[in-house]
């Protein structure tokens, strides 16, 4: 009997904390598990009517309505779904046949995305929903509190119970990690290595001789490559192996407008010390992941030359605007801009990489050129007002406005009305 296309492997094999201690079926869920906020442990939700009812409509052909939002685009070639049938492609008949009719099962899950919102920095891509520097800049400073008004709703008893769901899957990362179930772990955050618990765990697969059975990811700044006097190059060489996307919005001024606290200097020397390690240690892969914002699309020039010089393959992805940020979306800048700054880096790709290296950013570039979007007035009013408070509370007036500079069509780009 062929499996239903409506079949995904996580609700058997996988288990998902987001970075504000919140359980969901995946990173792709938009939705978060019912009952008590924070309060479900595994064994709470594993079995639990969501989770059987997920596992019985996938079964009977039909994807539930959670997961609409996975699919392949962009520089995405494939759904989350089927790059986890990819990965694990003789799972798929052994969760169904150990599925029971009410939808439970005996399986427990050996891959694991848990987050956290421990960070060092204040993107402008992000927030305080994962970043506690956000998040603790939106208490201090009245105006970016106005804008960031999720964080003025997380008073004490929602922090506490925040910091209890992170002691609860800090306590079953551990666990699984001792029991040598784990096979495969994303760490994203937040910052994986600014957070103790990704410290933690992976020392505990080490310890119990684990590591060498699974496989690591991360999405990491690379502001810091050690913590607390422990580096990465005494755990990655010890796992069968590790994948490091260094996640980066830009280089030089624009990259360090974007993502308050980062420095080009450090990001390029940590870059380099762990291009020497892979070359020590094959089985650790290093890559650049970046965000193209309006910012970033100006000056992705730079960013494109570092990864051709130093041979690192790159993929790309366009940002997710909020309300506040409207102004780095891509789809903010004039359609014209937006045409020819894309056309101007998908005719250097053409000329200059010569390896195939940035062939993810290209796509996404291409993506975003068919889309044919127009921005949105009122947003870009907002945003105007946004831009002030933060430029503002980081003293950083008029410098979104002389990164814009270097075209002239954008002299009026999100000002106020």
Request: glycine share 6%; proline share 4%; aromatic share 8%.
């Amino acid at each position: 009997m062929p499996l239903p296309d409506s079949l995904c492997l996580m609700p058997w094999i996988h288990a998902h904390v987001d970075a504000q201690g919140l359980r969901g079926l995946c990173c792709m869920d938009m939705r978060r598990f019912d009952g008590p906020v924070h309060n479900h442990s595994v064994e709470d939700y594993w079995n639990g009517e969501e989770m059987r009812a997920i596992r019985r409509q996938m079964i009977s052909g039909r994807l539930p309505p959670r997961c609409a939002a996975c699919k392949g685009d962009g520089n995405r070639a494939l759904s989350l779904k089927d790059e986890v049938t990819a990965r694990w492609p003789d799972w798929a008949e052994i969760v169904v046949g150990e599925t029971a009719e009410d939808g439970s099962t005996m399986l427990r899950p050996f891959t694991f995305d848990y987050r956290n919102s421990v960070c060092n920095l204040k993107c402008r891509t992000c927030g305080p929903h994962s970043s506690t520097t956000s998040e603790a800049e939106a208490r201090a400073v009245e105006a970016i509190g106005a804008i960031e008004r999720d964080a003025g709703r997380w008073d004490q008893a929602y922090r506490a119970k925040r910091d209890a769901g992170h002691d609860s899957a800090r306590n079953e990362l551990v666990a699984a990690a001792r029991q040598g179930r784990i096979r495969q772990l994303y760490w994203a955050g937040g910052e994986p290595l600014f957070d103790a618990t990704h410290w933690e765990v992976m020392n505990a697969l080490v310890e119990g001789g684990h590591a060498q059975n699974v496989d690591v990811a991360y999405n990491s700044n690379l502001t810091l490559l050690s913590f607390k006097g422990q580096g990465v190059e005494d755990l990655w060489p010890r796992f069968r192996s590790v994948h490091v996307q260094a996640s980066v919005d830009g280089l030089g001024k624009a990259g360090e407008y974007i993502r308050s606290g980062f420095r080009t200097e450090t990001f390029v020397r940590h870059v380099d010390t762990l291009r020497d390690l892979t070359r020590e240690v094959p089985a650790i892969r290093l890559t650049l992941d970046v965000t193209v914002t309006s910012l970033g699309l100006l000056y992705l020039g730079d960013l494109m030359q570092f990864s051709v010089e130093r041979r690192l393959e790159t993929t790309a992805k366009l940002m997710a605007p909020r309300r506040i940020n409207y102004y780095l979306a891509v789809d903010a800048l004039p359609p014209a801009v937006a045409r020819d700054w894309s056309d101007r880096w998908m005719t250097w790709i053409l000329r200059h990489d010569h390896e195939g290296l940035l062939g993810s950013v290209y796509d996404v570039l291409l993506h975003h050129r068919k889309r044919e979007v127009r921005p949105d007035p009122a947003l870009l009013s907002q945003s105007a007002h946004a831009i002030a408070a933060f430029e503002a509370a980081r003293k950083e007036a008029g410098l979104f406005r002389q990164l814009c500079a270097v075209d002239a069509r954008l002299k009026d780009f999100a000002v106020p009305a």
